[in-house]
């Protein structure tokens, strides 16, 4: 309750300036009210008027925002906040696939559990994949039930729906390459730029984003191990691609990997490669790595981070190569080519998991070594590697058995 300068009460949110003056202060439903004169009266019936206005506004805004817009603003104010930004766009993108641009014109107030449903049984019968329908619907939910909390709208209408949580058809087996595999990958990256970054690959387990994220300033020649701290991200928003480095996928990803086999020795040898050709090309102001993303301990040849999109190009190139050389072997041996599958970077640090497997290292080991999360990640590759021995075995003693 305000006073005036002689101490007599004004009333709620009113107050009477050093300078004699009349003020009105409050603020409703987020909106600022402040009025200010000589007259008590005038102060008194423009505060009165300008929050009924303000309370009309609010009430217009809940009865005409839409879906679109609501998701926008909830996005904004409460997810960016929680989530890492190399997942923002996908986030974005999944609620627009899935729900935005069918619904998203909608009213929010006259959205109902029949619209939603609607555009679930549409994906289905379309074929679109239950898990990115549930991923959609997940982020949905989320911003319907802030907006229940916030009084836009009585109640949530993605509860009580319909929606298939079936996998997605058979799980598929998980590639890796064998022991005489990874040696033939290696031999045919001899001469490559990226030969270092393979042999570190299949050494220790990293994954694609974690090798592009590694900085020189945590590569520890002393103590003989790679800090995992950083992850290389790449997106593109509205056209234009955004690289940047975040936070390992997990909080169990960010850990210490030992140096293991020729880790060191090819540390050392990107080392004094990238610095030869840095010094070249920074002379001209051609080097292409700068700010956050200088000290990266894989590059490009011009110094670009070696993104997602690199890496998995560059395995396909080794791919081809070594079916292409196959070929030509196979028709001077006249025989048939042997084919080397395809194998991509997460097929990579598979197979450095295998090896641990083959080595007998202690699953729980490998699993901090690989940064997984859980327990059972990496015991479901050691069960894959134990059925594929039994596998073998069984097959040798048939073979011997009808020899």
Not at 135 to 140: D, E
Not at 170 to 195: G, I, M, N, T
Not at 336 to 359: Q, V
Request: some cysteine.
């Amino acid at each position: 309750m305000g006073k005036d300068n002689r101490g007599k009460e004004l009333g709620k949110c009113l107050y009477q300036r050093k300078d004699g003056r009349y003020e009105a202060r409050a603020t409703v439903n987020g909106i600022k009210i402040g009025i200010i004169d000589k007259d008590l009266n005038v102060v008194k019936f423009k505060y009165a008027e300008a929050r009924k206005q303000a309370e009309r506004s609010v009430d217009f805004r809940k009865c005409n925002i839409t879906l679109d817009e609501w998701f926008a603003e909830w996005f904004e104010r409460y997810k960016i906040p929680k989530v890492k930004q190399s997942s923002i766009v996908s986030m974005k993108r999944s609620y627009k696939n899935i729900f935005g641009n069918y619904i998203g014109d909608i009213k929010l107030n006259a959205l109902t559990t029949d619209h939603i449903q609607d555009v679930i049984n549409l994906h289905q019968k379309a074929g679109k994949a239950a898990s990115t329908v549930r991923n959609g619907l997940s982020l949905l939910q989320q911003c319907l039930e802030r907006a229940r909390n916030s009084y836009y709208i009585p109640g949530n209408p993605c509860y009580d729906l319909s929606v298939s949580w079936e996998r997605d058809g058979a799980p598929e087996e998980q590639r890796y390459l064998s022991s005489e595999e990874q040696k033939v990958f290696l031999e045919a990256v001899e001469d490559s730029w990226y030969k270092e970054m393979f042999y570190i690959m299949f050494y220790t387990g990293m994954r694609v984003g974690e090798v592009g994220g590694l900085k020189w300033e945590n590569v520890d020649f002393n103590k003989k191990e790679i800090r995992i701290r950083l992850s290389l991200s790449c997106n593109y928003e509205y056209g234009v691609k955004k690289q940047f480095l975040g936070t390992p996928k997990t909080p169990t990803s960010i850990r210490n990997i030992p140096f293991i086999g020729e880790v060191e020795q090819m540390l050392k040898s990107q080392k004094r490669k990238q610095d030869e050709i840095k010094r070249e090309l920074k002379a001209n102001g051609r080097w292409r790595s700068e700010g956050e993303l200088e000290d990266l301990v894989f590059t490009t040849t011009m110094g670009s981070p070696a993104t997602r999109y690199i890496v998995e190009k560059e395995v396909n190139k080794v791919v081809k190569d070594i079916n292409c050389s196959e070929q030509i072997h196979a028709v001077m041996e006249n025989r048939e080519p042997i084919e080397f599958e395809k194998a991509t970077p997460h097929a990579i640090r598979h197979s450095f998991c295998s090896r641990c497997y083959e080595m007998g290292i202690d699953v729980k080991v490998t699993q901090k070594l690989m940064g997984h999360a859980h327990l059972s990640t990496t015991s479901d590759i050691y069960t894959h590697m134990e059925k594929k021995v039994v596998t073998n075995e069984v097959e040798k003693f048939g073979s011997i058995m009808n020899g």
